[in-house]
């Protein structure tokens, strides 16, 4: 039987509900290939935390298969 492991990714975000909430794209992409390159596979990406219709903060959640 297959076992995993998992892990959280916080993807924090910047300016208001006036200004538009931003998300770091530059630094999210490095966080990934660097996940990814030891094995993590992403697998869903919930985002909690909403305010007006917008997303406040996200979390990416990875698994990887544990040997």
Known sequence: MKRFEYKFIHIPTTGTIWTGMKIDFETLTKSLNDAGKMGWEVVNHVHPNTH??????SFIILKKEIN
């Open 52 to 57: 007006a219709g917008l997303v406040k903060d």
